[in-house]
């Protein structure tokens, strides 16, 4: 019997995460609840390491289990795909089974070409929405599929609404967006030397190919490093019905969140468009309405929607992140999943499912990404400051935390920066995904344009980052680096500061004082005290590091390093003289000072301890570490100690040595 590489979202359910990915398990789950989800199929990991197993071809047995997949939803729906009587228009979405929001590609209303167009304009009786479908096509499966650049098509838009005299793309007429279609094909032949690709087959192998492809993608590469994904699971290709947010005034589509995923509140929060597609809302091209907002628009369709929400966090028993469509007044469910939240975030949300009876406390630690809880014990603004700061601009807070730094315009910047020491502030229109390793370094983030469940949202809170989105207020020029608020100018490598709880942007640095762990904090680690069986201790070389620790729960030292006590620049001085002391009388002399200064450390260490257990590392460090290194400091220091630089150098070099076990840890 053959391998099955492709299944119905009826075939599946949400245990088979591992072959569907996340989001065609979770489809699979939501129909079996007897939602409203389109038709549709997944193609498995297993066909996309088939793919790089075959030299990177998707093999003639996968190709004709896809088409056979793609005769069965068109059964179902009673469409087919290029048919100019009844046309059938699909998306083509990456799944991998851990969520990579935004890593992966995507293609919507796949299917459409010159007569496809032509037929939906007369069987709607509305040729805007036709064109403006053809026209997202071609500039999606350009960028994805071909690798044209997705600036170019934008400004190909610029042009044209500046010629019209109109600032939104929802200003744009039914001939507008034909015109737009030209002229994206006829970018397209002068790029690529031939006409775009008119056969929906054609379009739709290519799509799932380049969505393998994009499994492999430098950002997707990325992300996988940053969050531990192994590259060996690939990604499931999701091809699923179109239903369209953007037919009209009773269509939309939107994004939203079972809870706060910036406070953890149980509260439905989100944002939709009307009269647009999914990307419009997560791209930040358009600012979207709040969630609440859409009771008074369609009351019987959000009432529905909360419902689903409601029933689908209880079976999931997490916090959702979902996306939808509504096309004619009806509702559509696209995606749920886990969503991305910040640390506070995510403890607030565990503490809470306990009390509501949805979770044990077994299970509610292991909701929390232990690597979260560290963005909890780094400063936060000092609140006596900010009352009295002045506030430059606000914008949607979309993601917790003092963020601060120097202004840079583009990621590759900002990665340069951080590796040369400075803290930085990424700054961007709105954020994409290239600009994943620029969002990674980045103390905080700061966006022009896009909402609460834009690309820059939504990725900041899953590392943890502060961001400030939507402000409007701010003024970029990303080509010559600068920007202004309220008329100051801020050029790259000045600072400012951002309060990703309040969306408040303030010119220069503000400062910052310790975190504590209080609240729902201080109760979840309460939790994981109660369960556990290992004692955990320290790493703690001076009093105030312990005392750090003590307050953080540590239960005495497991390792205080001698050496790092003399690194201090009132203490350096001394270790440099018992190193180069050129007899035992300069050593001893050079000893009898560090003495006391070593003794009291090790009497206040004790008494922060309390009698917890200090495991103390004798001196035995490599000397070269206490002695300077350029030839500027090594002419000062033989200036201060009376010595010829020529020996000076002579001595730091002979003193070089190499840590045989650097890098590694064992018992």
């Given at each position: ?170 200003e744009l007429s039914a001939d507008d967006m034909k015109e737009l279609v030209a002229r994206f094909k006829a970018y397209f032949k002068k790029e690529k030397g031939y006409d775009f690709p008119q056969d929906p087959k054609e379009q739709l192998l290519r799509s799932v190919e380049a969505v393998f492809r994009s499994w492999n993608n430098e950002r997707a590469i990325y992300y996988r490093r940053m ?218 983030i700061l966006t022009a344009r896009g909402g609460m469940t834009s690309h820059a949202a939504v990725v900041a809170r899953g590392m943890g980052r502060c961001c400030v989105a939507g402000c409007g207020d701010v003024l970029i020029n990303e080509e010559e680096k600068y920007m202004t608020i309220g008329g100051v100018r801020i050029n790259e490598g000045e600072n400012i500061s951002l309060d990703g ?154 003193l070089k040595e190499a840590n045989p076990m650097f890098g590694h840890r064992g018992c």
């Amino acid at each position: 019997m053959a391998k099955k590489y492709v299944y119905l979202f009826s075939e599946g359910n949400g245990s088979m995460k591992e072959l569907l990915g996340g989001k065609g398990a979770n489809l699979a789950e939501m129909i079996s609840l007897g939602m409203p989800v389109p038709d549709g199929f997944t193609v498995t990991t297993e066909a996309c390491t088939a793919y790089y197993e075959n030299n990177r071809r998707i093999s003639d047995e996968i190709q004709e289990q896809i088409f056979e997949y793609l005769g069965k939803i068109e059964a179902a729906c009673g469409k087919k795909l290029g048919d100019t009587e009844n046309p059938l228009l699909v998306s083509v979405r990456s799944g991998a089974r851990a969520s990579m929001p935004g890593m992966m590609d995507t293609i919507l209303n796949l299917g459409i070409n010159d007569e496809v167009a032509e037929s939906l304009a007369r069987l709607t009786n509305n040729p805007r929405f036709s064109y403006d479908s053809y026209r997202r096509f071609i500039q999606m499966f350009s960028d994805v599929v071909m690798g044209l650049s997705k600036p170019s098509f934008e400004n190909i838009i610029d042009e044209l609404k500046q010629e019209k005299n109109v600032q939104l793309d929802s200003e744009l007429s039914a001939d507008d967006m034909k015109e737009l279609v030209a002229r994206f094909k006829a970018y397209f032949k002068k790029e690529k030397g031939y006409d775009f690709p008119q056969d929906p087959k054609e379009q739709l192998l290519r799509s799932v190919e380049a969505v393998f492809r994009s499994w492999n993608n430098e950002r997707a590469i990325y992300y996988r490093r940053m969050n531990d994904i192994p590259a060996s699971w690939g990604t499931a290709v999701n091809v699923q019905s179109m239903v369209f947010g953007n037919m009209g005034d009773d269509c939309g589509t939107g994004v939203a969140f079972t809870r706060n995923p910036a406070t953890g509140e149980k509260k439905l929060f989100g944002e939709f468009l009307m009269n647009a597609q999914g990307e419009d809302v997560v791209a930040g091209i358009r600012t979207p309405q709040p969630i609440d907002q859409l009771a008074q628009v369609m009351p019987e369709v959000y009432a529905e929607f909360q419902a689903i929400t409601n029933r689908l966090e209880n079976h999931y028993r997490d916090m959702q992140d979902v996306e939808f469509t509504i096309e004619k007044g009806k509702l559509y469910m696209l995606q749920t999943r886990n969503g991305k939240r910040t640390a506070a975030a995510a403890l607030k949300i565990a503490v809470d499912l306990v009390n509501e009876g949805l979770l044990t406390k077994d299970e509610a630690i292991l909701k929390v990404d232990p690597k979260q809880l560290d963005t909890l014990l780094h400063p936060q603004f000092d609140p006596d400051v900010l009352k009295n700061a002045e506030v430059a601009a606000k914008g949607l807070p979309a993601s917790p935390g003092a963020g601060y730094g120097a202004v840079y315009f583009h990621a590759n910047d900002a990665v340069a920066a951080v590796a040369k020491g400075q803290k930085v502030v990424l700054v961007r229109h709105e954020t994409s995904p290239e600009d994943i390793e620029g969002m990674a370094v980045a103390d905080g983030i700061l966006t022009a344009r896009g909402g609460m469940t834009s690309h820059a949202a939504v990725v900041a809170r899953g590392m943890g980052r502060c961001c400030v989105a939507g402000c409007g207020d701010v003024l970029i020029n990303e080509e010559e680096k600068y920007m202004t608020i309220g008329g100051v100018r801020i050029n790259e490598g000045e600072n400012i500061s951002l309060d990703g709880a309040t969306g408040n942007v303030y010119i220069g640095l503000l400062p910052t004082m310790e975190a504590s762990v209080a609240g729902d904090f201080a109760e979840f680690m309460s939790w994981a005290d109660e369960l556990r069986t290992l004692k955990v201790r320290t790493n703690a070389d001076t009093p105030k590091d312990s005392q750090q620790a003590l307050d953080f729960g540590a239960e005495g030292i497991g390792l205080c390093r001698t050496e790092h006590m003399f690194f201090q620049a009132d203490r350096i001085a001394a270790i440099r003289e018992m190193i180069l002391s050129k007899t035992a009388e300069q050593r001893a002399r050079a000893l009898d000072k560090l003495l006391p200064i070593q003794r009291g450390d090790f009497e206040e260490l004790f008494r922060v301890m309390k009698g917890l257990p200090v495991t103390i590392r004798l001196l035995d460090p490599p000397l070269h570490e206490f002695l300077p290194h350029t030839d500027e400091e090594i002419e000062a220091l033989a200036k201060d100690m009376h010595l010829g630089v020529a020996d000076l150098k002579a001595t730091v070099e002979s003193l070089k040595e190499a840590n045989p076990m650097f890098g590694h840890r064992g018992c």
